[in-house]
């Protein structure tokens, strides 16, 4: 009861001490706790103590894993169903590796089942929720497993060793993934795999190492980010349709001559990236890219964003010490700027 | 006026063709050659005739006029200031027969005589009786420093004379300024003409075949004189003097290799340790050990395709990549203070704690001898074991290598640090030689050699003896690691490591036994640790500490977002870091920056917004909620 109180007090605030339009994400104790809030019998995971994770809902609270030592744990939600990815490492603050794998278990939140999966980083479920997949650092492997025949695991072994990078990863169905890699020279592409014939695409491979992809689909086509490592780089977004193996069919939704971008993400009608802008790309913002308008909406203003995070459809940024939402209680953007870039490269959002 | 006419003399190779278009130019290329006819003639060895025989009746001698304007007409450019500068050292390069002028060998001097009766005649002298004769009436003050600079005394006068490096431009003008009121200077500046013609005639031998003996002789003299004086010169005591004699005419030439903010300058000059570059250099050239000219040629590689550095300079595979081009990584090693003469492993090091607590201790000196060698992986390990020992706790060491007996079919496992090294007992590499005589696997102690998979070829004669350890490539870092032992080419045992190598940089609870490497490292190698709060605070401790470094631990999702994009709530990978220089720009604050994961000698600029996010979001998800923000000192 006590569990279920603390989520109930969650709340939106002015804050204080920034500047912020944003509205801040509070609690009466540590918000940075929290790992997943979802409507559905309001549910919600959070870190207790610092080794164990704990469900509360409607009806109860209970603990659902714990772990040796202090650990890390990340929550993925099914879109389409009760079922979560978790993900844990153990001791994070004593291995310090990001690289190193933790475990994936698949839970379901009505019959409280926990499936241990295997050992990766970065678990997730494609656009419709029927597979998941993560990376195997170590072994260098994409895994993947269809929800309906979880003990058959599949992958997809990288030619990259490079120990910094971690694939992109888009499967919409086994006849449909992509994912990047890179080449012996370090130059990263992104692929298209027909897993039932091996069949492999290269899309589009980049012309230097400085160049990385991030991709995110949804249901009828995957969106690229093309973009620079440098700050200062450059940003294309464009997409594909999934019956499309010829990327001059592509679409272009977005570019920008000065600043790179990152942590893409996307939904049926939008898609979100934080991008760096301003003289010598100091500055940085989460995006939101509407794809009916065509129009890109600056939709923060913290001036360092460095990532996001979503519980739902809702979008939260931690930003330091605190955690900002970026939609008011209606669900509308509390700040919505419309980002253009002039002949002169210079962004007039600041 | 001078430098006028020599930059026409530079432009001497002109074509005809512009000349004829260029009357003016035309009437200056008629000039200089006539200039050069008159000083050929002038300076030519006179008949013994014309010479006079006694000298005694003399009471002062001066270079005519003409033949003075021929010389500084003809003189370059940087010796030219010299001479202006102190009308003596003119006499001293005629002394010590520096032929400063190209193409044409001084041997006679035009001059006008008074004698002691009052009597004046205009004569050819041959070059040391001028000298002699000048030096005893007109330079007397000048003529004692010759001695200084004798073979013999040449090293102790360097070492008097302390050459002070400039490293800006105002200590640069002030440089110049002293060395050219030098009354040494014409000495030095001799004595580095003498090297560089000794250089310049070794190059000349090597290219050239056809050289008559009696010309080859004389070529291999000044080669010799060259490199004998060339001994006493240190290399930085050679540079500097180098660039002075060579640019003292131009501040702006003189002083661009001090003023400046490139690394490949500064360590030309001696001015930043060769270290920064040369472990860079040492991997992308393929070479152990480099010479100057070697780390020099490297230096100018870096310097004209910056891309260089973005893959290459790390040991493969084993820092972030891609790594900054090598025009940012200069940036940041001009401002950087760590001392990395050294190279490391993060990759398979695999734990970034480890990584930086080794880095920590080499920037203090705190790493002992005995651990040192070329392993870049042993050293690292083998330093985080000392502090163990030194603390008394070697026996909460957790790495073991472990095996089952052949004999007991029990589990066996020993201590052992990873990497390899040759002597040191409990390196891996040692620790299985052990464990193959007490395994009585092999009859002797046999020294144990580690290969890679791709690396042993069992049809090769080397590998059917003898000891070799095989680790297992697909999942074997340096502490979670299984591997083969094939002994007298059959294989033998294998051997696997145990535990976890979970160390926490820094506090991570209260109440405990198991103290962080942050900890250790204050307790046993006296350094102090403050925490830094502030932006202010870090840029004074950088700034105020000589030898100060910042570390800290911070998320690396918020430090390198394009690398480690966060994948779910509150993600943080907890990620050490070093920072050890700072800089400003546009209002903004930089630092110079190395994770655990980042190439030791590639450090990146970060801003102080990344950092501080990094710092401030893992303090809220840090069980102790700690700001990790520390200065050592």
Known sequence: MVLIRMILILTYSLSTFSKTQLLEFTAKQNIFNIKYIAKENDTTFYLKGNDTLALSTNYKALEILKQKGISEFGVVKNPNDSTYLIFSKQNNFESLSPLLSGDIYLFNTNSKKMIMLGNGINPKFNTDGTIISYFQPELNKIIFRKKINLDNPLEIRLNSKQMSFIPQVEIVDEKNIYYTDRNNDYKEGVIKLDFLTQKRIILIKSENIQTRFEICSNSKEVNILETNISPTGFTFIYSLAHSENDLSKRNFLFDSKSGSSFQMSCSEKEIFFIKYFGDNAVYSELFRFDIASKKTFVISDLDFVTNYFKFEENIYIPFRRNIYAVQNKEKNWTISKEFKENLNDEVNVK | ?633
């Open chain 2, 1 to 633: 006026m001078i430098s006028f006419l020599i930059s026409g003399q530079a432009n001497f190779a002109w074509s005809e063709s512009f000349f004829s278009s260029n009357s003016i130019l035309l009437s200056f290329e008629n000039l200089v050659k006539s200039t050069i006819l008159k000083v050929r003639k002038q300076t030519s060895p006179e008949n013994s005739s014309a010479i006079i025989t006694s000298i005694n009746n003399i009471s002062s001698v001066e270079l005519t006029p003409i033949q003075l304007e021929n010389l500084l007409l003809l003189a370059p450019e940087g010796y030219s200031e010299l001479f202006i500068s102190n009308s003596c050292s003119l006499y001293v390069f005629l002394k010590e027969n520096v032929q400063f002028l190209n193409d044409i060998e001084i041997s006679s001097l035009e001059a006008n005589i008074q004698y002691k009766n009052g009597s004046t005649e205009t004569k050819k002298l041959p070059i040391e009786t001028f000298s002699t004769l000048y030096f005893k009436h007109k330079c007397s003050k000048q003529n004692d420093y010759f001695g200084q600079t004798t073979p013999e005394r040449m090293k102790k006068t360097l070492e008097r004379e302390k050459i002070e490096l400039p490293y800006d431009d105002e200590s640069c003008a002030q440089s110049l300024s002293t060395w050219k009121s030098k009354l040494i200077t014409p000495h030095l500046c001799a004595q580095v003409w003498k090297i560089n013609n000794g250089k310049s005639k070794r190059a000349l031998l090597q290219s050239e075949s056809n050289i008559e003996i009696s010309r080859r002789a004389k070529l291999n003299e000044e080669i010799r004189q060259g490199e004998a004086i060339e001994t006493s010169f240190s290399d930085v005591d050679y540079t500097f003097l180098n660039k002075f004699c060579t640019k003292m005419y131009s501040q702006s030439l003189f002083c661009s290799n001090y003023g400046t903010n490139e690394i490949w300058k500064l360590i030309e000059n001696f001015q930043a340790p060769a270290y920064k570059l040369s472990w860079k250099c040492k991997i992308i050239t393929g070479k152990a050990n480099l010479s100057r000219i070697e780390l020099t040629n490297c230096l100018n590689k870096l310097k004209n395709n910056p891309e260089t550095c973005e893959l290459k300079g790390a040991f493969p595979n084993e820092a972030l990549l891609p790594m900054p081009n090598c025009q940012k990584i200069s940036d940041a090693l001009v401002l950087s203070k760590l001392v990395t003469d050294y190279h490391d492993c993060p990759r398979t090091i695999s734990n970034s704690g480890i990584v930086t607590a080794y880095r920590i201790m080499k920037h203090f000196g705190k790493v002992s001898k005995e651990v040192e060698n070329n392993d870049c992986v042993f050293p690292a390990y083998a330093s985080i074991f000392d502090i163990f020992k030194e603390s008394k706790e070697q026996g909460k060491w957790p790495l073991k290598l472990c095996y089952i007996d052949p004999v007991t079919k029990k589990e066996v496992c020993e201590v052992y640090v990873p990497g390899n090294h040759p002597s040191y007992t409990l390196a891996q590499n040692n620790v299985i030689s052990e464990i193959m005589y007490s395994s009585r696997l092999s009859p002797i102690k046999t020294k144990c050699n580690v290969i890679n998979n791709g690396e042993y070829k069992p049809e090769r004669l080397k590998f059917r003896s003898g000891c070799w350890i095989i680790p297992n490539e697909e999942s074997c870092t340096s502490e979670k690691c299984t591997m083969k032992i094939i002994f007298d080419g059959k294989e033998a045992l294998n051997i696997y490591a145990k535990g976890d190598l979970n160390f926490p940089f820094e506090k991570i609870k209260y109440n405990t036994t198991f103290r962080s490497l942050l900890q250790m490292i204050e307790d046993t190698k006296q350094i102090e640790l403050q925490e830094i709060q502030s932006l202010t605070s870090a840029k004074f401790f950088l700034t105020q500490k000589k030898s100060g470094i910042i570390v800290g631990q911070g998320c690396a999702e918020d430090i390198y977002p394009q690398f480690f994009s966060s994948k779910f709530p509150s993600q943080c990978s907890p990620l050490p870091f070093i920072i050890d220089g700072v800089k400003e720009l546009d209002g903004k604050t930089y630092f110079v920056f190395r994770s655990g994961l980042d190439d030791v000698h590639s450090p990146r600029i970060v801003p102080w917004t990344n950092i501080l996010s990094s710092i401030a979001r893992h303090s809220k998800l840090h069980p102790l909620k700690l700001w990790s923000f520390y200065g050592l000192n």
